[in-house]
């Protein structure tokens, strides 16, 4: 597949990119962007994927985080692919109602293989991540296929919980920011299920964190969550961390979930505990 | 040639050497007769004057011209000619002959007369050296005892003795009648007229047989005056040897004498106190017989640095003087410093070398020593008193007390000695290397029982202590092992609260069920009131420290760190001074806490760590803590940590928690 290079900047020591490229799970043509550390230079480094939440592009993480330093000092190749297809930007499949509201559509894939039309062609965010994506990034940079983990922020750190659930042993470590733990019971979660995947909640549990750990049977994972005590979204009940910590509790699923004084849902939140989630990760993927 | 030297010296002196009797050769073997044939001629040539003398002696009634024919005959047969050729006659003695026709004609020649020879000879003193028999020659056996005759006769002969050495002579058809007295030769009377003879003085060959034998005879008995005065001297010898064993006897029951206590009471009759004896003809005679006088004082020396142990010391002392000295007196006693009212016990040795090694001291103690001299006319004035000091006892290491890191080891010990030492010196020695390498590390000079020693990271070692003053260094104490592999403290009983035990190796906390009445404490005591807690004496080093905490998992607990003078009426975390991470169990809800000051994140944990793993890290002024079963960070405090802090534990209820130390840190704590 071919990679068209649209940005390339330097940053502590290493070089922060922006590829494009034409998937084929999405069937439009989709953005990402990749941090190499300067390790990466003269061998292969460990992969750090990093799932943006609503409204956001590949452009928010890189821009606002911070996360540059930490990952250049720990030798980490870190990616953060788009929240959605972008069909608009082809000029291809134009799909009604996409940009009708921020959190459905648009910039809110919720990482799901809709099964629902007229979703199902583009709207298979599950699928890039986890397959598409990584292929295309072990062929293209200097990363070893074998070391891997995810993480994500909000939507994100939802995509990061269920990728990593559903695929025990691919990911090495999972992390989270403020993420939205329990869809099937919070408001953004009914939205984006029924539409993307229809009535049947039987189906809304496959992608719903919560419940995957309740039949989580695999290897051992270690699971650190932030989230702010101020998180507006904590309070309105979108996120609902307590029910994903009973679970985990109850099935002896290791984590550690701090509630953050004082820090709300944003960036600022995120750029001030980056750090300790890439220690987090380096830990497992430089072990 | 020794011949030649002998002869002179034989013609200038009369009087031979005192001490020159037992020559080597005396003691040779007989084999040594054909390694030096130079000797053999030497004596040969005096066997051949002896019996030459002999001959003629014995033979005086034979005619004249027989014994010129015989003695030439000798001179020809005891090897005149040619020196070489003799050593080899007799080097070929060993052969055993099987043919006669083998030698040249003119040793058959001269064999016959030997033997003839043989019988004349065996009469008058000569004949001693005969007595051996000569066996002539062509047997081994005539060989052998011609060998020991010859032996015999050369140990009597020195190369003092005046030999007259009838020289070689050529011609041996013609005999000698007369002697040359100036050329010490016989020659043909008809040659005094001719030649180097003509000046000459000559008397008749018997005459000078005569005084020849003369010479011989006197020079043995003054080897046998001399035999005898060796024997009186080493007589002498022996006597002076009996009465000085005698003196040094007397000397020492003189000092046992004077050791022990007699408590004699002497009553005197009253008379006999009032008479004055005069013993004025007594002391003359004394006098008369004493003419040495008695020594002058030795000077002691002071102490040698480092030479004495912890029960003796080597006390020397000189004598700067020319005096007669047979013993020496060394007096000692420990010195006190109490009032001169109490009485030590004083101690003498009697020696005759200027240096004395005392033993059965006590250790770590100051003796005063004094010497007098003695010798017959009596005891010297007594040196100087000079002050010796034994070396310490070695100290006892604190084992239980010792506590490490990586980079050191705090080492506390008991002195040993019950008076004060001037110092103490740590010797450490890594365990890795045999004992071969000895010593690898020192630290002297510590002024008091405790001493932190820098070390490298991941060895062990063995430490010593010893004790130090000025008499010297203690033996070594008995060591200690230290790994420094990770951390190592133990539990301080002194702090732990009344509820709590702490086991025997310092590392488990009890908290029983039995609640025992908390007695009331004042404040400033060091045990924990309030919080049921002990504290453990960690190593006041910088640097990071690691250790682990095995808690069961419905045990409420609180682990952590605290500055030594925390207040031991609050709670751990409670205040500014101490950092912990809590844990309660209740309503089957594990509930975490991580306290200073009194506040803490909210933190939730779903599996209930069974072994914590604790990192502090004064480096970067963080405390850290891990689930060590999973590798798990849990939480990690920032802390201000201008002073030390020691760890801390407590027990909430009833239950107990174990500390492990030493154990390095794992691979993901690093990355905190």
């Known amino acids: 597949m071919a990679l068209k290079q649209i940005s390339s900047n330097k940053c502590f020591g290493g070089l922060q990119k922006v590829f494009e490229h034409d998937s084929v799970e999405l069937n439009c043509k989709m953005k990402f962007a990749v941090y190499l550390p300067p390790k990466a230079e003269t061998g292969k480094c460990p992969a750090l994927y990093w799932l943006s939440g609503l409204t956001c592009t590949e452009q928010n993480f890189i821009s606002k985080s911070g996360y540059h330093q930490s990952a250049s000092e720990h030798g980490l190749v870190v990616i953060a692919p788009d929240t959605s297809p972008h069909c608009f930007l082809i000029g291809g499949c134009n799909i009604k109602g996409e940009d009708e509201s921020w959190d459905f559509g648009t910039g809110a894939g919720f990482y799901v293989d809709a099964t629902e039309d007229p979703w199902k062609t583009n709207y298979r965010m599950y699928s890039y991540v986890t397959e598409e994506l990584p292929q295309l990034i072990n062929a293209n940079f200097p990363v070893d296929p074998q070391r891997m983990s995810i993480f994500g922020h909000s939507m994100g750190g939802h995509g990061a919980l269920i990728c990593a659930l559903k695929n025990p042993g691919k990911y090495k470590s999972v992390s989270a920011f403020a993420p939205i733990c329990n869809p099937v019971l919070c408001p953004w979660g009914k939205k984006a299920f029924s539409g993307y995947l229809g009535t049947d909640q039987s189906k809304w549990k496959a992608y719903d964190a919560t419940h995957l750990v309740k039949s989580y049977p695999g290897s051992q994972l270690d699971i650190l969550i932030d989230q702010g005590k101020d998180d507006q979204f904590l309070l309105d009940g979108q996120l609902l961390p307590d029910n994903f910590i009973a679970a985990c509790t109850e099935k002896k699923i290791p984590v550690v979930f701090r509630l953050q004084e004082g820090y709300d849902h944003s960036y600022y939140f995120i750029a001030t505990f980056i750090t300790d989630h890439i220690r987090h990760h380096a830990k497992y993927l430089n072990a | ?672």
Not at chain 2, 50 to 66: H, I, L, T, V, Y
Not at chain 2, 223 to 236: T, V
Not at chain 2, 337 to 346: K, L, R, V, Y
Request: contains cysteine; hydrophobic residues 30%.
């Open chain 2, 1 to 672: 040639m020794e011949e030649e030297s002998g002869e002179e010296l034989g013609l200038d002196r009369s009087t031979p050497k005192d001490f020159h009797f037992y020559h080597m050769d005396l003691y040779d073997s007989e084999d040594r007769l054909h390694l030096f044939p130079e000797e053999n001629t030497r004596m040969r040539k005096v066997v051949q004057a002896e019996m030459a003398n002999e001959s003629r002696g014995a033979g005086d009634g034979k005619a004249q011209r027989d014994l010129q024919e015989e003695v030439d005959e000798l001179v020809h047969l005891y090897g005149l000619e040619d020196d070489h050729e003799l050593g080899d006659e007799f080097v070929d003695e060993n052969i055993p002959r099987t043919g006669v026709s083998e030698y040249p004609p003119y040793m058959m020649k001269r064999r016959d007369p030997a033997r003839e020879q043989r019988d004349w000879r065996l009469s008058g003193e000569a004949a001693e050296a005969e007595d051996l028999g000569f066996g002539g020659w062509g047997s081994a056996g005539q060989c052998q005892d011609l060998r020991e005759a010859y032996r015999y006769t050369h140990g009597r002969a020195s190369e003092e003795y005046e030999c007259y050495v009838i020289p070689e002579e050529e011609d041996e058809e013609e005999a000698a009648d007369v002697f040359c007295v100036t050329c010490k030769t016989p020659i043909r009377a008809f040659q005094k007229v001719f030649d180097e003879h003509k000046e000459h003085e000559v008397i008749p060959l018997n005459e000078a047989l005569e005084s020849a034998k003369d010479e011989i005879h006197k020079n043995m008995y003054k080897l046998e005056k001399q035999i005898i005065e060796m024997e009186n001297f080493a007589n002498h010898l022996e006597e002076v040897f009996i009465t000085v064993e005698d003196a040094v006897a007397m000397a020492d029951r003189l000092g046992k004498f004077l050791k022990t206590k007699t408590d004699v009471e002497i009553s005197a009759q009253p008379e006999f106190e009032d008479q004055t004896l005069d013993f004025s003809d007594v002391e003359q005679l004394m006098g008369s017989i004493n003419t040495i006088p008695a020594p002058s004082a030795p000077v002691i020396n002071p102490q040698v640095p480092n030479s004495a142990t912890g029960s003796s010391v080597r006390v020397c002392w000189s004598l700067y003087s020319d005096d007669t000295v047979e013993s020496y007196q060394l007096s000692y006693r420990p010195v006190q410093d109490s009032s001169p009212g109490t009485d030590q016990a004083e101690f003498t040795v009697t020696v005759k070398e200027t240096y004395c090694s005392v033993t059965n001291l006590v250790p770590n103690t100051q003796y005063e020593f004094w010497v007098t001299a003695h010798n017959r006319a009596g005891p010297s004035p007594s040196s100087e008193r000079a002050v010796y000091m034994t070396a310490p006892s070695p100290p006892i290491i604190k084992t239980k007390e010792i506590r490490s890191c990586e980079e050191a080891v705090l080492i506390c010990w008991e002195s040993g000695n019950l008076n004060p030492v001037d110092s103490y010196t740590v010797e450490l020695t890594q365990a890795e290397s045999p004992e071969a390498s000895g010593v690898t590390e020192s630290v002297v000079g510590i002024p008091t029982c405790e001493s932190v020693v820098q070390l490298q990271p991941g060895r062990s070692y063995i430490i010593y202590v010893r004790a130090l003053n000025m008499g010297g260094p203690s033996v070594r104490s008995e060591p200690a092992t230290v790994h420094t592999i990770g951390s190592y403290f133990r539990l301080n009983k002194d702090t732990c609260h009344p509820w709590l035990t702490i086991s025997e190796d310092g590392l488990t906390a009890v908290r029983s069920e039995r609640r025992t009445p908390a007695r009331e404490l004042s404040p400033s005591d060091t045990h924990f009131t309030r919080c049921v807690a002990v504290m453990g004496n960690l190593i006041p080093v910088r640097g990071h420290h690691y250790w682990e905490v095995e808690v069961d998992e419905h045990l409420d607990y609180r682990v952590g760190v605290a500055f030594a003078d925390v207040r031991k009426q609050e709670d751990l975390g409670a205040n500014c001074l101490s950092w912990c991470m809590r844990h309660t169990f209740a309503s089957s809800r594990h509930k975490y806490e991580f306290l200073h000051n009194r506040t803490t994140p909210d933190i939730r944990i779903t599996v209930p760590p069974k072994k914590i793993g604790i990192l502090l890290d004064y480096e970067h002024s963080k405390l850290s803590f891990f689930n060590v079963d999973l590798s798990q960070h849990l939480y990690t405090f920032s802390c201000q940590l201008h002073e030390f802090v020691h760890p801390c534990f407590s027990l909430e209820k009833p239950g107990c928690l174990k500390v492990h130390n030493g154990i390095s840190m794992p691979k993901h704590v690093t990355f905190y």
